[in-house]
């Protein structure tokens, strides 16, 4: 299966300072990447989808102002988590696809995922 | 509104069969996918069904109905390693996956 990368994997930060995670994917052009959170024990939850060269679409609840989203190449989008605070740590997860229209069943591959943890 | 309903955890015996079903209310289908999570880390992908039918993949198989808005995951000759959370997702007419809340499978000698 295709491959995708996150960076980094893990991350202590204090709290007030920003975060930045990069999802990259490896070897195919990613027309969408998804941004998830997960907190223990609970279902995935999705944060927000960027297509390539636009503004990202952020779900409701999801404060796009908090949670920069950057998709500016068909390989790398990053999230950056401006002022972080103890509540926002979680595991982070992205991941990419193609084209879905072209092929529906091609999925989308899912990075290792960013464990955060704000102090 | 959509939905994706499946079991919150299910129990099995090493080495028997278990199936975790999921049913599904969305706008639109553009197919089924089923994932597979341990802890810790993220969903790997292991089937996706869009027509009607079973499909075999080694000791995995799903299998899926339109017409009932239904699925199920097989799996069989269970192993200690396939103790983890099973998550169902379906394609809306959007090409956008909602996802269900997952099932924990726990596997016990």
């Known amino acids: 299966g295709a491959v995708v990368s996150q960076h980094p994997s893990r991350v202590i930060c204090k709290s007030g300072t920003s975060v930045k995670i990069e999802c990259r994917s490896l070897?195919?052009?990613?027309?969408?990447m998804f941004w998830y959170r997960q907190f223990p024990k609970q279902s995935l939850m999705l944060m927000a989808t960027?297509?390539?060269?636009?503004?990202?679409?952020?779900e409701q609840g999801v404060e796009k102002d908090k949670f920069l989203i950057n998709h500016a190449s068909l390989t790398l989008s990053t999230l950056t988590v401006t002022s972080a605070h103890p509540e926002d740590s979680s595991f982070y997860i992205c991941?990419?696809?193609?084209?879905?229209?072209?092929?529906?069943?091609?999925?989308?591959?899912f990075g290792p995922g960013t464990r955060l943890l704000v102090l | 509104g959509q939905n994706i309903d499946q079991p919150t955890e299910m129990t099995a015996t090493e080495g028997a069969i278990v199936q975790i079903n999921c049913t599904y209310q969305?706008?639109?289908?553009?197919?089924l996918f089923w994932y597979q999570q341990h802890a810790g880390e993220a969903p790997t992908f292991l089937s996706y069904?869009?027509l009607d039918g079973l499909e075999e993949k080694g000791r995995f198989s799903s299998f899926l109905s339109r017409s009932k808005g239904y699925s199920y995951l097989l799996l069989k000759e269970l192993q200690m390693k396939d103790s983890a959370s099973y998550l169902c997702?379906?394609?809306?007419?959007?090409?956008?996956?909602?996802w269900g809340a997952g099932t924990k499978l726990i596997i016990k000698p």
């Open positions: 997702a379906v394609m809306d007419s959007n090409y956008q996956l909602i």
């Open positions: 969305t706008s639109g289908f553009n197919g």
């Open positions: 960027s297509n390539e060269g636009s503004k990202a679409t952020y």
């Open positions: 991941s990419a696809r193609g084209n879905p229209e072209a092929s529906p069943g091609e999925t989308q591959y």
């Open positions: 069904n869009v």
């Open positions: 070897d195919f052009q990613a027309t969408t």
